[in-house]
């Protein structure tokens, strides 16, 4: 089974953190958002990825190669932004032969049973299958109206409040038929979103996949911060990397992860819902909690940190409080 993901976004509302490099390469629980998708494909049974890329590409390929936990990884590379659905048309020679196959968008987290909306899709015999998540506020997403039967009657993307025709949500994850890659137009940069959902709907050929599971996309730093806790609980415990250096009257409350090369000092409490990357200092007296911490960082004696993402080679001094977002 093959998969195509989406990579290749500037990641704008997460900068400056996606100025140094590209939105799936940013960690979650100290491994890259691409890898928990990449590993999830895997036991799903997808041996062949597609990862469409362009801002950064080279970033993704020095980190995956040509293999990663037992698939194959192409790229397929933009010459200028093809927006989310002109990838899927560029990718046309990797797909457009045999079975049906999988799209992800790539900044999002879930634990959804690929198996069972692969059987839904074969099932209904549609065109195209989209995974629906429910959300208090669908404002900022594409929401659906289904029939009985599950099939998408109107998608309309981000609909004004008061007008949504329902708070299922498109979740990012989508099964295509090949026949899809004849609704994308050639050439340009096409939004499957307002180009391609809706005239499927139309025709009758989409289908929706309610999930209940895990589902979270890290787009803005307060998504990301939340997928770092999920993750984390999800993970269980607290998990220390090598060469960490913790003194005994230090505590780390889980769920809590520590990189490797890690050094905290004396009376500091860490945790819980903390992700401590590599060659971090942590001084006496500390409280870190809910946050994220990227490599090489040093923070002084009786700091705290609450809520919060410092980048990386940051020099938190002494005495320094940083409160929530
Ligand atoms: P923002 O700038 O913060 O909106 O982030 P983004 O650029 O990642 O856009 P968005 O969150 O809407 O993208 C959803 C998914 O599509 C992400 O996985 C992106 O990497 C991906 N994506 C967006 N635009 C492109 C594109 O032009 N080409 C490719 N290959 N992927 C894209």
């Given at each position: 089974?093959k998969?195509l993901?989406l990579?290749?976004?500037?990641?704008?509302?997460?900068?400056?953190l996606?100025?140094t490099?590209?939105?799936?390469?940013i960690?979650?629980a100290n491994q890259p958002?691409i890898d928990?998708?990449l590993r999830?494909l895997s036991?799903?049974g997808?041996d062949t990825?597609?990862?469409?890329v362009?801002?950064?590409?080279?970033a993704?390929?020095?980190?995956?190669?040509p293999?990663?936990?037992?698939m194959?990884?192409l790229y397929?590379?933009?010459e200028?932004?093809?927006?989310?659905?002109?990838?899927?048309?560029?990718a046309?020679?990797f797909l457009?032969?045999?079975?049906?196959?999988l799209?992800l968008n790539g900044?999002v987290?879930?634990?959804?049973?690929?198996?069972?909306?692969?059987?839904?899709?074969r099932?209904?015999?549609g065109?195209?299958?989209i995974?629906?998540?429910e959300?208090p506020?669908?404002?900022?997403?594409?929401?659906?109206e289904?029939?009985s039967r599950?099939?998408?009657?109107?998608?309309?993307?981000?609909p004004?409040?008061?007008?949504?025709p329902?708070?299922l949500?498109?979740?990012g994850?989508y099964?295509f038929?090949?026949k899809?890659i004849?609704?994308i137009?050639?050439?340009?940069?096409?939004s499957t979103?307002?180009?391609?959902?809706?005239?499927?709907?139309?025709e009758?050929?989409?289908y929706?996949?309610?999930?209940?599971?895990?589902w979270?996309?890290?787009?803005?730093p307060?998504d990301y911060?939340?997928?770092?806790?999920?993750l984390l609980?999800r993970?269980?415990?607290?998990?220390?990397?090598?060469?960490?250096?913790?003194?005994?009257?230090?505590?780390?409350?889980a769920?809590?992860?520590i990189?490797?090369n890690?050094k905290?000092g004396g009376?500091?409490l860490i945790g819980?819902?903390?992700t401590?990357?590599?060659n971090?200092?942590?001084g006496?007296?500390?409280r870190?909690?809910?946050s994220i911490?990227f490599p090489g960082?040093?923070?002084?004696d009786f700091?705290?940190v609450k809520g919060?993402?410092?980048g990386e080679n940051?020099?938190l001094e002494?005495?320094v409080k940083?409160?929530e977002?």
């Open positions: 089974m998969a993901v990579a290749g976004g500037f990641g704008t509302r997460l900068r400056p996606s100025c490099r590209p939105k799936l390469l960690p979650v958002v928990w998708t999830d036991t799903h997808v990825v597609i990862l469409a362009n801002y950064m590409a080279e993704f390929v020095r980190y995956l190669g293999t990663k936990f037992n194959g990884i397929s590379r933009e200028r932004p093809l927006g989310t659905g002109g990838p899927i048309r560029r046309e020679g457009k032969d045999g079975d049906p196959f799209v900044d987290i879930s634990s959804i049973d690929y198996h069972r909306l692969l059987e839904f899709h099932e209904n015999g065109l195209a299958t995974a629906l998540h959300v506020d669908p404002s900022r997403f594409g929401a659906v289904l029939d599950d099939r998408v009657r109107r998608f309309v993307e981000k004004k409040p008061g007008e949504e329902s708070n949500v498109n979740a994850i099964v038929d090949p899809v004849e609704y137009p050639e050439g340009r940069s096409v979103e307002l180009e391609v959902f809706p005239r499927l709907a139309e009758g050929q989409l929706g996949f309610e999930f209940r599971d895990l979270i996309d890290i787009g803005m307060e911060l939340k997928a770092n806790a999920l609980g993970e269980n415990g607290t998990k220390f990397g090598q060469d960490v250096v913790l003194d005994s009257s230090t505590e780390v409350l769920p809590s992860v990189g490797n890690v905290i009376k500091s819980p819902n903390c401590i990357a590599d971090v200092e942590i006496n007296g500390c870190i909690e809910n911490i960082t040093i923070i002084g700091t705290s919060a993402i410092i940051v020099m002494r005495w940083i409160e977002e």
